[in-house]
């Protein structure tokens, strides 16, 4: 098993610019979060995927969009980037089962840097 | 204020020693507790979870939740060099996948 897996590594855009980074879950696992984690910072929560529509969202702006395929993997889309956006992007995924409690299992993220 | 409070650090120990690190929060309805730890250039990797309130014990490491206190402690014994790493507390509400919510993340280093 891969685990969760993120593309790019890393990402160099300028503002304005849009970008797309993509994620696929770990074997069996059909909810996919997204995170992002500023230098220094905490993961600040951006949204929650599952059965391909978004369940959970955080404090970010509409620029910020996702999206979730048939076969759970995920893209995170960011418009209009700005300075700020420059972070490590973190993806992790989980399954949905009976248990209460749902380890959520994180990729090595895609760190992009907005110059 | 924000939900979460950790002290970033950082912290150096010598090996061998017990480190001690910990987050305070201020929303009650948290119920899940966890620890994570990140090595540079990593994703979060999950340690420890605990449920409302109580200890737990994992070899090495033992997670400390006071609820009326709303403070939660990571111990860790007989500190060894690959320790070193940054110790990310988060918290959740009670409920299928509920988003996580994170302290800034307390750098250690353990010494040799």
Redesign the interface.
């Known amino acids: 098993d891969a685990g969760v897996t993120q593309s790019p590594t890393h990402l160099i855009k300028t503002r304005g610019q849009q970008v797309t980074l993509r994620c696929s879950p770990k074997s069996g696992h059909d909810t996919v979060s997204w995170y992002q984690q500023a230098l220094g910072q905490g993961p600040q929560f951006i949204f929650q995927y599952y059965e391909e529509e978004e369940r959970q969202r955080g404090n970010f702006p509409d620029r910020f969009s996702g999206h979730q395929f048939p076969n759970y993997s995920s893209e995170l889309n960011v418009n209009a980037l700005l300075l700020g956006d420059s972070a490590l992007y973190l993806c992790a995924s989980s399954p949905t089962s009976g248990g209460a409690f749902n380890e959520q299992f994180f990729g090595p993220g895609t760190r992009l840097t907005v110059l | 204020q924000k939900e ?1 409070e ?1 002290d ?1 650090g950082p912290l150096s120990v010598p090996e061998g020693a017990i480190v001690s690190l910990n987050c305070t929060y201020s929303n009650s309805a948290f119920q ?1 507790f966890m620890w994570y730890r990140q090595y540079s ?6 340690l420890m ?1 605990t ?1 409302s309130s109580g200890n737990k014990e994992d070899g090495r490491f033992t997670a400390q939740v006071d609820k009326s206190s709303k403070y939660i402690s990571l111990f860790i014994r007989d500190s060894q060099p690959s320790d070193s790493a940054t110790y ?1 507390c ?1 918290m959740s509400e ?1 409920g ?10 307390t750098s250690l280093a353990v010494n040799p």
């Open positions: 979460v950790q970033p899940y250039r990593k994703g979060p990797e999950l979870y449920y990310l988060a009670a299928n996948n509920r988003k996580l919510i994170w302290g800034l993340g």
